[in-house]
Every structure is written in structure tokens, then in C-alpha cells.
């Protein structure tokens, strides 16, 4: 599986911003997806992740606030950002692991994206 991520940019606080991911392959439905970011100077952290069953477990930090989902007709997961804060700010990560395994470790993810930098200015 490959995975292609997009949608990053510069926002001002409280803005919003949808992420995607493109995967390519078969199968992706039988993926487990997740979002992982990577602030300046910080270690790559949980945000969300979408089940192949449907389930979707948030980083207590962007809960309420951000939204994940796949459609796995178009083989892609997204993430809606809402009510950005300069906190948010990052390199964010795709990634998809087994449908037995659910994590919000990055060690269980096998295939990740190329990350997508996303700014929020104060």
C-alpha cells in the first residue's frame, strides 16, 4: 500500500482544513487508518484513526474539534480540521495498518504517507 498525503497549508487560528489521504492498492477497506502529526521539535503523536469496522478513536486534544472518515470507494481517508490552534501546527502522518491490530501506536502501523506541514498562526 502506498499512501499519498495532501491538503496541508497555512491557516490562521481557528480556521479549518481537510486532510487527505489517497492510498493505492486493493483492500483498503480492510485497513486500519490513522492520522499522526509531528509538531517542531516534538515526538510524532496519535491524532485519530478510522477502523475497518467504522470506529473512530480521537487524541484527547483534537477531540471535538477534528473529524475523520474514509470512503472506500474513492481508496482515501480524510481529516477535518476545525478550530485550528498554533498548537495544531505539525507534519502530519498517514498511515494504515492490519484490521486485527487497533492502535494508536506508531509501531503498529506497517505503510505510511509522505506527511503534509500544516501552519496555524496566532
Known amino acids: 500500500v502506498q499512501l499519498q498525503a495532501s491538503g496541508g497549508g497555512l491557516v490562521q487560528a481557528g480556521d479549518s482544513l481537510r486532510l487527505s489521504c489517497a492510498a493505492s492498492g486493493r483492500s483498503f477497506s480492510a485497513y486500519n487508518m490513522a492520522w499522526f502529526r509531528q509538531g517542531p521539535g516534538k515526538e510524532r503523536e496519535f491524532v485519530a484513526a478510522?477502523?475497518?469496522?467504522?470506529?473512530?478513536p480521537y487524541a484527547d486534544s483534537v477531540k471535538g474539534r477534528f473529524t475523520i472518515s474514509r470512503d472506500n470507494a474513492k481508496n482515501t481517508v480524510y481529516l477535518r480540521m476545525n478550530n485550528l490552534k498554533p498548537e495544531d501546527t505539525a507534519v502530519y502522518y498517514c498511515?494504515?495498518?492490519?484490521?486485527?491490530?487497533?492502535?494508536?501506536?506508531?509501531?503498529?502501523?506497517?505503510?505510511w504517507g509522505q506527511g503534509t506541514q500544516v501552519t496555524v498562526s496566532s
Open positions: 498511515a494504515a495498518g492490519d484490521r486485527m491490530t487497533y492502535s494508536a501506536y506508531e509501531k503498529d502501523y506497517t505503510y
Open positions: 478510522i477502523w475497518w469496522t467504522g470506529g473512530t
